[in-house]
């Protein structure tokens, strides 16, 4: 065995010191202190609104903490607040979101994944040219399709139905969606693909078998992205849907924007704030998992 | 009809890019063929569309007599092993064995009895019930091995299978793949870039290049007699040395020196002149007291040396050219010293200047 030596050692050795108050860190935590501050701030006024009463918030301090917590204007929001003739709050726009948000996400995903997964590993005759045109879909102004599907809606006799929405939702996350999934199964390995084959695996089987247990980041994603894609949207809501059927968002619209009477703005805050509860949850939830995802996946073309 | 494998005639185009042209190959039933060749020569392709991966431009595959060409990978008896291994990462080894088998169809008690079998020859059964994650990378490509195993195919094929394991690693699975043909007398279908592998493994080589097969032989025939130049480079470690010149009766000059040919084996009576290249492997270079025996003898001046613990690599200068010479390990030599080496004309290769194929 060699010979254990110590030398005694002068000068720098080991690590290099580093202060917690160096300029570059004062630099880099103070600017990420001012832009956090920055985007809470609205969140912040937004909460402390929606708890004050109305002689409270005529006095004009909104950045003042309420004095008495009140949480009757999130009851009034949820149940009370007038939308144009009716008064019953947020609640029927929240269901009517939920029924919208569920089906159109598990069809757009459970389609789209399939979709992604023949185009990335069975290269099938008119593959390109079939992503191609879905590709250009996604490019196109949803403007310039909002008369005609209000056309074939009215002539399949679901224009108004809830049903005919989720399809237009359905339809119009097929682009993105797709193109998230080829991309993430063609950076799968392979091989992987060629073993299934070889083993005798078909196209379901190797879909259920091998690709959907190995894409749980991407299905992630995929829910992220149409979740609050949807329950966001307010333009096809308004269009293809009727008072009585109306998503959450044209709901908080017509609470928000009513013009009898006093404006109320802690139930404005409040509704709007139980209106993006759901997209913000999401978000909290599976952060982690989302990043990943998209990592994984949306990056390589 | 002893073939387990024929080709015939098999094209095979990406659009304008023909990677395989007209390719013929004949494999015995038992045979342990290697596909070599550097990479994007096509051996990766061919194994592809013998495992029925990749759709032929033309041209037939058969397999143990049937006309498989068109059958799916599963209908042609054909078991595969990849080089990332290609283990599905849910399922564990046991899942991995049994997946081809329950899509066959076949029952439990086969299937248990199978895996079983398979863990016992690969020496897997502690590792059943991990996932593939667990394991090292020997044990990735055994579980491998092993799913091609339990499908109880006629017909291996192996995708550089061992190219993703470090050096010892790779050498113990090496021989475990030779001892497993041994016992199992399959035929095995083995494409690599590497030559020790296809030396070791193959009763005959292939060597492809841009598509096709440029010699087909066994590993002593193509390290012996290489047809061209290609090959001659190609296969041998140091490679061999090329010296240019010109052959006039019998007479190979270059640079001023004349090496007289007697005792070459002429692949052909037809040329005997003109410019040729003379191929000799460093390895059958003779030094010291065996010097004297050699036909043709010279002095040199060494210029390099590479120590490898067995062997002492030596670069020199002969005849204008850089010349390498193997010598014993345990030669006592050092840069600028003179010594003097044999060659004997019958281990060299001669080569058409031009066509680049044995004379």
Known sequence: MADVTRYALTGPQGPKPRRTFSRRNIFLYGTLIMVALYYALPLYVMVVTSMKGMPEIRLGNVFSPPVEVTFAPWVKAWSEACTGLTCDGLSTGFWNSVRITIP?????????????????????????????????????????????????????????????????????????????????????????????????????????????????????????????????????????????????????????????????????????????????????????????????????G | MNNSVEIKNLDLEFGTVKVLQNLNLDIGAGEFLVLLGSSGCGKSTLLNCIAGLLDVS?????????????????????????????????????????????????????????????????????????????????????????????????????DEPLSNLDAKLRADLRVEIKRLHQNLKNTMIYVTHDQIEAMTLADRIAIMRDGKIMQLGSPDEIYGRPINKYVAGFIGSPSMNFLEGELSDGLFEVGGVSIPMAGYEFASTATTSGGATLGIRPEHVVTGELVVNAPFQTDVTIDLIEPTGSDTLVDCEFAGGRFRVRMDGQAKVSVGDTIRLGIDPARASLFDRDTELRL
């Open chain 2, 58 to 158: 033309a041209g037939q595959i058969h397999i143990k007599g049937t006309n498989v060409t068109w059958a799916e990978p599963s209908e042609r008896g054909i078991g595969m092993v990849f080089q990332s291994y290609a283990l599905y990462p849910q399922m564990t080894v046991e899942g991995n064995l049994s997946f081809g088998l329950k899509n066959a169809g076949l029952a439990k008690t086969e299937i248990a009895a199978r895996i079983k079998r398979a863990a016992e020859i690969l020496q897997i059964e502690p590792l059943l019930k991990r996932k593939p994650a667990a394991l090292s990378g020997g044990q990735r490509q055994r579980v491998a091995i092993g799913r091609a195993l339990v499908r109880d195919v006629d017909v291996f094929l192996f």
């Open chain 1, 104 to 300: 159109s996400v598990i069809a757009s995903i459970a389609i789209a994944s399939v979709n992604g997964y023949a185009l990335a590993n069975w290269k099938f005759k008119g593959a390109d040219v079939f992503f191609t045109i879905l590709i250009f879909g996604a490019f196109i102004p949803y403007q310039v399709m909002l008369y005609p599907i209000v056309i074939m809606l009215r002539e399949m006799g679901l224009y108004g139905s809830l049903t005919g929405l989720v399809i237009v939702h359905t339809i119009f996350g097929m682009p993105i969606l797709t193109l998230l999934f080829r991309n993430y199964f063609t950076s799968l390995p392979e091989e992987l693909f060629k073993a299934a084959r070889v083993d005798g695996a078909g196209f379901w089987g190797i879909y259920f078998r091998i690709m959907l247990p190995m894409s749980v980041p991407i299905f992630t994603v995929a829910v992220i992205l149409q979740v609050t894609g949807i329950w966001n949207d307010f333009l096809f809501g308004v269009v293809y849907t009727r008072p009585d059927s109306y998503p959450m968002t044209v709901a908080l619209n017509n609470i928000v924007n009513s013009t009898q009477g006093v404006k109320e703005y802690n139930v404005n805050m409040a509704a709007t704030i139980i209106t993006g509860l759901v997209p913000l949850t999401i978000y909290f939830v599976s952060g982690k998992l989302f990043v990943r995802g998209i990592a994984a996946g949306a990056v390589k």
